[in-house]
């Protein structure tokens, strides 16, 4: 099963801009965690976000939670190349198995 | 961070063969495990929900006699795809939960190739 969805589906950036990629879930959560995960390789884990936070930051990532509307957002900024790769989105309920989100593809060329 | 390993990393076998894919946490006793399937440029699908000592949870769709699911210890949970065929040619990755923690943590995956 899912969760909900990433958008956009992909995402193609010069180096040095921002890139802002948003995720929207269906059902109440306890967190929720971003993920990166470059081609054929496994996932890297970035940032959760508790349920009773709005916003939190971690070098160059800054991650938004707005529950009333059950979406997130990942904002990466002054992006560079090695920042081509898969993003994810995955909720969880106490106690659950981490549900994610499809993802976006984000490539960033120099 | 907590570290989980998978073995083996790819594997490629011949259709109708079984294959067996372990997962281990390495430092840290895991009552609860999990197997997600990634398909190429899709994301990563819950399989099941593997318990300690206990039968493992299936979701939806996924046929528990073909992906038998054996947690026997508290660092250790197998996968094993039966009469495999080339659709189930996956990416399997699994992971661990701390229950200190609450926190998941993933295995690197294992690329499973079926001729």
Known sequence: SQQG????????????????????????????????????RGLVHLILIRSNEREKHSGRLRVTLDTSKKSSSLLITASRAADTASYFCATSQAGTALIFGKGTTLSVSS | GAVVSQHPSWVICKSGTSVKIECRSLDFQATTMFWYRQFPKQSLMLMATSNEGSKATYEQGVEKDKFLINHASLTLSTLTVTSAHPEDSSFYICSARNWNTDTQYFGPGTRLTVL
Do not use: F, H, V
């Open chain 1, 5 to 40: 969805e990433e958008d956009p589906q992909a995402l193609s950036i010069q180096e040095g801009e921002n890139a802002t990629m948003n995720c929207s879930y269906k059902t109440s959560i306890n967190n929720l965690q971003w993920y990166r995960q470059n081609s054929g």
